[in-house]
C-alpha cells in the first residue's frame, strides 16, 4: 500500500527539479551564445542534481518518512567510545549518543524514541549524560533491551517511560565498582620505589605503587557508597520502585522474566512485540529511521587532543573519564 505522505514527497521533489531545470535551461542555454551553449546543459543538469538533493531535504523536512526514532547504545559506555585515530571505537560514544538523541528531538518526524540498549555499563558520568538525554526528548521514551543492559545500561533505561526485554536478556546490576591495581610488591621486585610530592592528605590514595593506609581506603570506599546512593536513587525515581527493594538486590543481574517479576523490567517481548505496542500508542504503522553518529574526521581529531590535553594537563595515569590516579570508577 502507497503512503500518502510518500507519494506527496515524491511529487514535490519532483516539482523542484522540474522548475530548477526550466530556470537553468533559460539562463544556461535559451539565453547565451551558442558558444555558451554547451556549458549551458552541464550547467543545468548540475543544477537539477543540486535540486534534486536540496528538494529532497525539504520533502523530508515537511514530509517525514519516519515517525520514531532510534538510537542505539551499544558496548562499554565512554566518553569517545576509546579506541584513536587509526583504530575504530571499541565502545558505545556517550557524547555522539547524546547528539543522536537531540538531533532526533529536533526532527519533527520523531513523535518517539526507541533506545536500543545492550552494553554492561561503564563510566558514571556519560552514562547519566545519555539517561538525561532521554529524559529530555519530547515524546514517549521506549528502551529496548537485547542482550544485555546491566549497570551504566539500567541506568540509562530508569530515564525512559518504558524498558522492554527478551527473556534470555541480562539486566541489573545496580551497583558501583572501584578498583586499582596493587603493584606494590612487583615494584619492590624490580627495584622501584614511589616517590610523589602532593598537597592534601588524600591526593594520592588509590595510587597502586604504594601501600593503601585504612583511612584512605575508608575515603575511596566511601566515593563508591556515595555513587551507588545516587543510581539507586536516579533507578528508584525513574522506575517509580522502592530504593530498599533496590538496594536488596545487591547488583545482582537477572535474566529477563526474573527482571519482569521484580518490577525491574516493564515487558517482555520480541522487537515486532515492541513495534506492534508503538503502532497501537501512535495509531499509525510505524515507520523507524535509525540515528548514526555525525562525527567526522575533525571530530575525532578533537576528541584525541582532548585526550592528550587531558592526560598530560591533569597529570593523571588515565585520560578516561572516572579514573583518578589509578583508581577507576564504574557503574
Same mark, same amino acid.
Given at each position: 500500500?502507497?503512503?500518502?505522505?510518500?507519494?506527496?514527497?515524491?511529487?514535490?521533489?519532483?516539482?523542484?527539479?522540474?522548475?530548477?531545470?526550466?530556470?537553468?535551461?533559460?539562463?544556461?542555454?535559451?539565453?547565451?551564445?551558442?558558444?555558451?551553449?554547451?556549458?549551458?546543459?552541464?550547467?543545468?543538469?548540475?543544477?537539477?542534481?543540486?535540486?534534486?538533493?536540496?528538494?529532497?531535504? =525539504?520533502?523530508?523536512?515537511?514530509?517525514?518518512?519516519?515517525?520514531?526514532?532510534?538510537?542505539?547504545?551499544?558496548?562499554?559506555?565512554?566518553?569517545?567510545?576509546?579506541?584513536?585515530?587509526?583504530?575504530?571505537?571499541?565502545?558505545?560514544?556517550?557524547?555522539?549518543? =547524546?547528539?543522536?538523541?537531540?538531533?532526533?528531538?529536533?526532527?519533527?518526524?520523531?513523535?518517539?524514541?526507541?533506545? +536500543?540498549?545492550?552494553?554492561? /555499563?561503564?563510566?558514571?558520568?556519560?552514562?547519566?549524560?545519555?539517561?538525561?538525554?532521554?529524559?529530555?526528548?519530547?515524546?514517549?521514551?521506549?528502551?529496548?533491551?537485547?542482550?544485555?543492559?546491566?549497570?551504566?545500561? @539500567?541506568?540509562?533505561?530508569? /530515564?525512559?517511560?518504558?524498558?522492554?526485554?527478551?527473556?534470555?536478556?541480562?539486566?541489573?546490576?545496580?551497583?558501583?565498582?572501584?578498583?586499582?591495581?596493587?603493584?606494590?610488591?612487583?615494584?619492590?621486585?624490580?627495584?622501584?620505589?614511589?616517590?610523589?610530592?602532593?598537597? /592534601?592528605?588524600?591526593?594520592?590514595?588509590? =595510587?597502586?605503587? +604504594?601501600? %593503601?593506609?585504612?583511612?584512605?581506603?575508608? @575515603?575511596?570506599?566511601?566515593?563508591?557508597?556515595?555513587?551507588?546512593?545516587?543510581?539507586?536513587?536516579?533507578?528508584?525515581?525513574?522506575?517509580? %520502585?522502592?530504593?530498599?527493594?533496590?538496594?536488596?538486590?545487591?547488583?545482582?543481574?537477572?535474566?529477563?522474566?526474573?527482571?519482569?517479576? +521484580?518490577?525491574?523490567?516493564?515487558?517482555?517481548?520480541?522487537?515486532?512485540?515492541?513495534?506492534?505496542?508503538?503502532?497501537?500508542?501512535?495509531?499509525?504503522?510505524?515507520?523507524?529511521?535509525?540515528?548514526?553518529?555525525?562525527? /567526522?574526521?575533525?571530530? +575525532?581529531?578533537?576528541?584525541?587532543?582532548?585526550?592528550?590535553?587531558?592526560?598530560?594537563?591533569?597529570?593523571?595515569?588515565?585520560?578516561?573519564?572516572?579514573?583518578?590516579?589509578?583508581?577507576?570508577?564504574?557503574?
Amino acid at each position: 500500500m502507497v503512503d500518502a505522505d510518500d507519494v506527496v514527497r515524491g511529487l514535490l521533489v519532483v516539482g523542484i527539479a522540474l522548475v530548477a531545470a526550466v530556470v537553468g535551461w533559460i539562463l544556461f542555454v535559451r539565453v547565451p551564445t551558442d558558444l555558451a551553449g554547451l556549458l549551458g546543459v552541464l550547467l543545468v543538469l548540475a543544477v537539477v542534481v543540486g535540486a534534486v538533493r536540496v528538494g529532497g531535504r =525539504v520533502a523530508g523536512s515537511l514530509f517525514p518518512a519516519h515517525n520514531v526514532a532510534e538510537v542505539a547504545v551499544e558496548g562499554p559506555i565512554t566518553r569517545d567510545g576509546g579506541g584513536g585515530l587509526t583504530s575504530p571505537p571499541v565502545g558505545a560514544q556517550a557524547d555522539d549518543i =547524546v547528539e543522536q538523541i537531540e538531533r532526533a528531538d529536533e526532527d519533527r518526524g520523531s513523535r518517539a524514541l526507541l533506545l +536500543k540498549l545492550n552494553t554492561p /555499563g561503564g563510566e558514571i558520568v556519560p552514562s547519566e549524560d545519555i539517561r538525561l538525554a532521554a529524559e529530555r526528548f519530547d515524546g514517549p521514551t521506549i528502551a529496548y533491551a537485547t542482550d544485555v543492559c546491566a549497570s551504566g545500561g @539500567y541506568d540509562i533505561a530508569a /530515564g525512559c517511560d518504558e524498558l522492554w526485554a527478551r527473556e534470555g536478556s541480562i539486566v541489573g546490576s545496580i551497583g558501583v565498582i572501584g578498583s586499582r591495581v596493587n603493584a606494590e610488591e612487583l615494584a619492590d621486585r624490580l627495584g622501584l620505589s614511589y616517590e610523589q610530592f602532593t598537597a /592534601g592528605e588524600y591526593k594520592d590514595a588509590g =595510587v597502586p605503587l +604504594k601501600e %593503601m593506609r585504612e583511612d584512605e581506603r575508608e @575515603y575511596l570506599q566511601g566515593i563508591v557508597d556515595e555513587y551507588y546512593d545516587q543510581f539507586v536513587e536516579t533507578v528508584a525515581e525513574g522506575r517509580e %520502585m522502592d530504593a530498599e527493594a533496590l538496594r536488596e538486590t545487591e547488583a545482582r543481574i537477572y535474566l529477563g522474566e526474573t527482571a519482569a517479576e +521484580k518490577g525491574l523490567v516493564d515487558e517482555l517481548g520480541t522487537r515486532e512485540d515492541l513495534e506492534t505496542s508503538l503502532e497501537q500508542r501512535l495509531g499509525e504503522p510505524v515507520r523507524i529511521q535509525e540515528y548514526e553518529a555525525s562525527r /567526522g574526521l575533525a571530530g +575525532k581529531l578533537r576528541g584525541s587532543a582532548q585526550r592528550v590535553a587531558f592526560a598530560f594537563g591533569a597529570g593523571v595515569a588515565s585520560a578516561f573519564d572516572g579514573d583518578i590516579d589509578g583508581l577507576s570508577f564504574r557503574r
